[in-house]
């Protein structure tokens, strides 16, 4: 018999998709563009098809919608490591990118 583990989270996880810039800190490799899949108060999950390990810093821009942060919608510009990578099972080879947030810089002006 299986016994459930009990769910580690201690922080809300807000579940919007929206669409990612995702690039490596201080590397030449060009900018990804994806999609979140949900996003922890310290954190974001998105799936990628780039080769990522636990421990990689990461700049992720993204748009925060009203929503979320009570304000008029605006772009985020957010670093922080790979705290996790899960194998996803699809054809293309993708994996699930669990991110945890060191900092963050907000940009005020009203995004379209």
Request: hydrophobic share 35%; charged share 30%.
């Amino acid at each position: 018999m299986r016994t459930a583990v009990a769910d580690r989270r201690v922080t809300r996880r807000h579940s919007f998709k929206a669409p990612l810039r995702v690039r490596i800190w201080k590397s030449v490799i060009p900018e990804r563009r994806t999609e979140s899949k949900n996003h922890p108060e310290r954190g974001i999950f998105y799936t990628t098809d780039c080769l990522l390990r636990v421990g990689t810093t990461i700049e992720i821009l993204l748009k925060m919608p009203e929503e979320i942060t009570a304000e008029a919608t605006t772009e985020w510009l957010r670093t922080g490591r790979v705290a996790g990578v899960e194998p996803i099972n699809s054809s293309r080879g993708k994996s699930g990118i669990g991110v945890e947030f060191d900092c963050y810089q907000i940009s005020w002006a009203k995004t379209a």
